[in-house]
């Protein structure tokens, strides 16, 4: 079965830098858009960045555009977020996503608390 587990998340200071990984199994991971989102307490659940089947095409909210970068390694089946000049903003429960035949499977998250 589809199955995304995410890890890397912590507690953090403003400015610093945090990687975000998630271990997909269950599916031809190459074949596949991955997606980050994210969630915070009492805010609907926001878009965050997006990266096509072999990584040549990213994408990005523009709130978090020129401070992250998503990278995929294929051989390994494995979806990174890497977040530079963290804002007390991004603190969020952040998941990973993937879309297959319509129906779409989430990660459990991890948490990114940036707090000074």
Request: glycine share 10%; proline share 3%; with cysteine.
């Amino acid at each position: 079965q589809v199955q995304l587990v995410e890890s890397g998340g912590g507690l953090v200071q403003p400015g610093t830098s945090l990687r975000l990984s998630c271990a997909a199994s269950g599916f031809a991971f190459s074949q596949y858009t991955m997606t980050w989102y994210r969630q915070a307490p009492g805010k609907e659940r926001e878009w965050v960045a997006g990266i096509s089947r072999i990584g040549f095409t990213k994408n990005y909210a523009d709130s978090v555009k020129g401070r992250f970068s998503i990278s995929r390694d294929n051989a390994k089946n494995m979806v990174y977020l890497q977040m530079n000049s963290l804002k007390p903003e991004d603190t969020a429960v952040y998941y990973c996503e993937v879309t297959l035949s319509g129906t779409t499977t989430w990660g459990q998250g991890t948490q990114v608390t940036v707090s000074s």
